[in-house]
């Protein structure tokens, strides 16, 4: 069974632009969920989607977007990129309800220059 | 709002002895889940181990445990017969059973453990 693929592993970007990172899950999980590594701030939640809805936002500039396609993939999208948004995104699928936890992919490592 | 607190930042144990990493966490709810992650240097996230707060018996999965006491709101992991593989940042985790966070993690700062051979 496939785990979670996230693309591309590495980015860099210039201040200003935007980018977009992908997400593919395991197959038959429809929730995907996104998080953000920094070594200051630690692991904080970015937003939830389910069934192709945002079903959950976190506290983050509305800079930071995604949405789920109907085979469940899902992407984030971040606009006008400002260098405190270097990071980890980690991306996580589960079935409806992650009571077993999620399974994360192993990132993707954004550094804006 | 959930928070958890893992309030040590790095810890070390010499391998195949016992290390236990702390976790405690603050929340008004009586159903929730608590899970503890491994993050090696590869990056990606491995669940570790689960607990659901309305069992009072604690998780063990394998080499792995952990002392789940509701009452003061902590969950510490303990590791038996450390590895050199388990050599990686530990991260506690709150999961609400409210419909209106879905499936969020609430995540500690995260421990570091060192494995000495």
């Known amino acids: 069974k496939a785990g979670v693929t996230q693309t591309p592993r590495y980015l860099i970007k210039t201040r200003g632009q935007q980018v977009t990172l992908s997400c593919s899950p395991i197959?038959?999980?429809?929730?995907v969920s996104w998080y953000q590594q920094t070594p200051g701030q630690g692991l904080q939640f970015l937003f939830e989607y389910f069934s192709e809805t945002q079903r959950n936002k976190g506290n983050f500039p509305g800079r930071f977007s995604g949405r789920q396609f109907s085979n469940s993939r899902s992407e984030m999208n971040v606009s006008t990129l400002e260098l405190g948004d270097s990071a980890l995104y980690l991306c996580a699928s589960s079935p409806r309800t992650a009571n077993y936890g999620y399974t994360f992919g192993s990132g993707t490592r954004l550094t804006v220059v | 709002a959930q928070t958890v607190t893992q309030s040590q930042p790095e810890m070390s144990v010499q391998e195949a002895e016992t290390v236990t990493l702390s976790c405690t966490y603050d929340t008004s709810e009586s159903d929730y889940y608590l899970f503890w992650y491994k993050q090696p240097p590869s990056r990606q996230m491995i669940l570790v181990i689960r607990q659901e707060a309305y069992k009072q018996q604690n998780a063990t999965e394998n080499r792995f445990s952990v002392n789940f006491q509701k009452a003061a709101k902590s969950f510490s992991l303990k590791i038996s017969d450390s590895q050199l593989g388990d050599a990686a940042m530990y991260f506690c985790a709150y999961r609400s059973t409210l419909m209106e966070y879905g499936n969020k993690l609430v995540f500690g700062a995260g421990t570091i453990l060192r494995v000495k051979s």
């Open positions: 197959s038959g999980h429809r929730s």
